[in-house]
């Protein structure tokens, strides 16, 4: 896949009103550094040892947005300065990322991650799991996270009829958990789906923060 230049996408995202997360796992800090200075500020990374490496090196106004899956025992490493969550899948998950947020006075948003892919192996709640752990007491009671919307990832396919299928399944289960659970808040706002190969897919059905890593920096060792 040949890359693209930054303003060239972001020209493309802004006509749809979407914001990029660079995703910028197993890239340097020279690589990130190349689009921060093309005014980049929103990044992504994958695993927690390696964000908690790169964080400190690398100017403090970034906005590190967390996309992996991500271990209870792992928040702690990451909640003192990571801008948002993007793969929350369990009330325990919440419960945890609360607890470690209150330690540094902050409020992380979060959003859930659905499951909208074919494929077993990847991670997600459903449309019910997401209604039980927003309807659950124990989450009003965090009041260090914040749900800023839903996350996912289509299966990896050439069938664009599938993905967009799937994507628009996502937009679906935002629709409906806004309307039951955040009709008055504004803060439950952000879909977070589209990578590389996607991305103009997802924005047909109203992405509004796409996670594109290849596409920027080329591919991946
Ligand atoms: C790696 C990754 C991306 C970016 O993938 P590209 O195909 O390189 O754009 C986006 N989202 C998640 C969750 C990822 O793990």
Known sequence: MATTSLSQLLEELHAHGAKLVAVSKTHGEEAIMGLYRQGQRAFGENWVQELVEKQPKLPADIEWHFIGHL??????YIASFVHMIHSVDS??????IDKQAAKHNRVIPCLLECRIAQEETKFGLTLADAGAILSDPALAQLKHVQIAGVMGMASFTEDTAQVKKEFEQLKAMFDTLKQSFFAQDDRF??????MSGDYRIALEVGTTLVRIGSLL???RE
Do not use: A, Y
């Open 71 to 76: 271990q209870t025992n792992k928040v702690k």
């Open 217 to 219: 920096f080329g591919p």
């Open 91 to 96: 009330l325990k998950l919440l419960q945890e």
């Open 189 to 194: 706002c952000e879909i977070s789906m589209g």
